[in-house]
């Protein structure tokens, strides 16, 4: 599958079954963990890739690469190619590599990661197949504009919403959502003291939502605390209600507008999402997730 993309405002990606939509987003977000370092291939971590799926009798290995992918006035290509000979092996990175502006940054296959040093000398170094380069180089000297690549990988959300997995109550800070956004609390306890996102998350909801009034976290335990919502009542007294007690589409509204929130004060990035359930909370999005002054845009090739 090989087709450009540019993600400009609001945009939505729809075909019929079996068109490729899901392994888009499962691609992206390959693409995104193992370029942060937060996955490796063949491990038992939450975020690791276990395994690839063969659909369709496919075994082709997959090559996944983002062209032209544009930051701070620099064009980048990245290319990862994984191989997995059979359902029952390990995935291994075999190939990847990145340029900027058309020269390169590094090269890696089986025996190594290769970077072109300043005095024009290459230096080499050995890296677990399971591990992604991007994330393991430190960039610096001739390759200090990776740098780039990596935040902009990192900025990227790959969200698959789930409002009724959604916790009531988190003991940690969690700096990204996952993806059904199952640890919402944890992510805004990590964002609630940036008073810029706090602000503009509060005004935006009180724009389609005309009784809610503020959040609170509660503390309901040993370093647990919950998400709860003051309303307005017509009484004159406000409502507190925990986001446990909220409906699926209420929760789903909370947890978009907070994305938006992220990538408009440039708390966080970018945003992918796609879910069933977002269709109860899209009417009021009408701004979408997407700003045009925080765009993605570059080709997305997958084969």
């Given amino acids: 599958m090989g087709f450009n993309a540019e993600f400009d405002s609001f945009a939505v990606l729809c075909g019929p079954n079996g068109a490729g939509k899901?392994?888009?987003?499962?691609?992206?977000?390959?693409?995104?963990?193992?370029?942060?370092?937060?996955?490796?291939?063949?491990?038992?971590?939450?975020?690791?890739?276990?395994?690839?799926?063969?659909?369709?009798?496919?075994?082709?290995?997959p090559r996944n690469s983002l062209n032209e992918l544009s930051a701070d006035g620099h064009l980048f290509d990245y290319l990862v190619h994984i191989e997995q000979k059979a359902d029952f092996e390990k995935p291994r990175i075999i190939?990847?590599?990145?340029?900027?502006?058309?020269s390169p940054l590094f090269e890696r296959d089986l025996d190594?990661?290769?970077v072109q040093r300043a005095d024009g000398n290459q230096a080499s170094f050995p890296l677990d197949w399971r591990q992604a380069a991007l994330a393991a180089i430190q960039p610096r000297g001739s390759?200090?504009?990776?740098t780039l690549l990596q935040a902009e990988i990192a900025k990227l959300f790959i969200l698959r919403p789930n409002p009724?997995?959604?916790?009531?109550?988190?003991?940690?800070?969690?700096?990204?959502?996952?993806?059904?956004m199952v640890n919402l609390t944890s992510w805004y306890r990590s964002l609630f003291n940036d008073q810029a996102w706090a602000n503009a998350l509060s005004e935006s909801l009180r724009s389609v939502?005309?009784?809610?009034?503020?959040?609170?976290l509660a503390p309901v335990g040993l370093n647990a605390k919950a998400l709860q919502l003051r309303f307005a009542h017509e009484s004159g007294e406000s409502v507190l209600l925990f986001s446990?007690?909220?409906s699926d589409g209420e929760r789903m509204l909370i947890a978009l507008y907070m994305v938006r929130a992220a990538i408009e004060t440039g708390a966080r990035g970018r945003c992918l999402s796609t879910?069933?359930?977002?269709?109860?909370?899209?009417?009021?999005?009408?701004r979408g997730c997407f700003q045009c002054a925080n765009c993605w845009t570059g080709s997305i090739n997958l084969c």
């Avoid at 899901?22 to 390959?30: H, K």
């Avoid at 190939?95 to 058309?102: L, N, V």
């Avoid at 939502?209 to 609170?216: A, E, R, T, V």
């Fill in 95 to 102: 190939s990847e590599k990145a340029r900027c502006d058309g």
């Fill in 22 to 61: 899901s392994s888009l987003f499962d691609a992206l977000r390959l693409l995104r963990n193992l370029g942060t370092g937060d996955a490796l291939l063949g491990g038992t971590g939450e975020q690791d890739v276990h395994g690839l799926s063969f659909r369709g009798g496919m075994k082709r290995p």
């Fill in 164 to 180: 009724r997995a959604m916790e009531p109550e988190s003991k940690a800070e969690a700096r990204y959502p996952d993806l059904s």
């Fill in 275 to 286: 879910s069933r359930t977002t269709s109860l909370a899209c009417r009021s999005f009408s």
């Fill in 209 to 216: 939502w005309p009784d809610f009034l503020s959040f609170n």
């Fill in 143 to 146: 390759i200090a504009k990776l």
């Fill in 244 to 246: 446990g007690q909220l």
């Fill in 112 to 114: 190594g990661v290769r």
